[in-house]
């Protein structure tokens, strides 16, 4: 009897495992976004504008309120849903500036059955350096598919190839973190309805230690 005593009291620990941020896929999307945004903001946006502190913050913020959330989890489930949420709507707002920059410059957004989408997901790439590599790939492609095309040299440059493949790049991955957090939430919302947070832990711990007496 004592032995199923103690594991019930194990089951319903007041503050269960948490942490463990790094294991998920999501932290490591948007980790990878915003390294990707550091370089990008370094390389294509004025330093002194605020929209290159603006996109690397916000690239931050998605990653920082996943780690966050994961931490506040074991006392507070009410807040990792809450921080859970903020960094997914930091990466909405990352995705409209990335938008934004094509936009406003006459670069083409990539529809979302333009094949080189699935090619970086494909990749599966862990490092800003590795995104570059691929970038720089498909900028080789299309220069050379415009030379086929022309007979001569392509009408676009290097320079503005770049850029366009840069930034969609960036807004695919984005997508790919988006959809693990929109999961991420559910699944955190689900299991606040069902188990509910540290109130409702708090009272069944008590009502066991009760029950032990």
């Known amino acids: 009897m004592a032995t199923d005593r103690k594991n019930e009291w194990d089951d319903d620990a007041l503050i269960p495992k948490h942490g463990g941020y790094r294991k998920l896929k999501s932290f490591q999307i948007a980790q990878l976004v915003y390294d990707v945004t550091v370089r990008f903001c370094a390389r294509y946006i004025d330093r002194r504008s605020r929209t290159h502190d603006q996109m690397v913050q916000a690239a931050r913020s998605g990653v920082q309120n996943i780690a966050e959330g994961s ?3 074991g006392t507070s489930k009410k807040m990792e849903l809450k921080l859970t ?6 990466l909405e707002e990352l995705r409209l500036d990335y938008e934004d920059f094509l936009r406003q410059r006459g670069l083409k957004l990539w529809p979302t059955d333009d094949p080189r989408r699935k090619a970086l997901v494909a990749r599966r790439c862990v490092t800003a350096d590795e995104v570059a590599v691929w970038v720089r790939e498909m900028a080789e492609k299309d220069r050379r598919y415009g030379q086929d095309r ?3 040299s392509s009408m676009r440059s290097i320079q503005s190839i770049f ?3 840069a930034a969609n790049a960036a807004l695919v991955l984005i ?4 959809a693990l957090l929109d999961r991420q939430l559910a699944a955190q919302s689900e ?3 069902q188990e509910g947070g540290f109130t409702e832990r708090l009272y069944r711990r008590r009502q066991a230690a009760r029950r032990r007496r």
Do not use: D, L, T, Y
Request: charged fraction near 20%; glycine fraction near 10%; avoid cysteine.
């Open 191 to 193: 299991a606040f309805e």
């Open 150 to 152: 022309q007979g001569k």
């Open 175 to 178: 997508g790919v973190a988006s």
């Open 71 to 73: 931490q506040m989890s």
């Open 85 to 90: 949420n903020v960094a997914r709507a930091s």
């Open 163 to 165: 850029p366009e493949i």
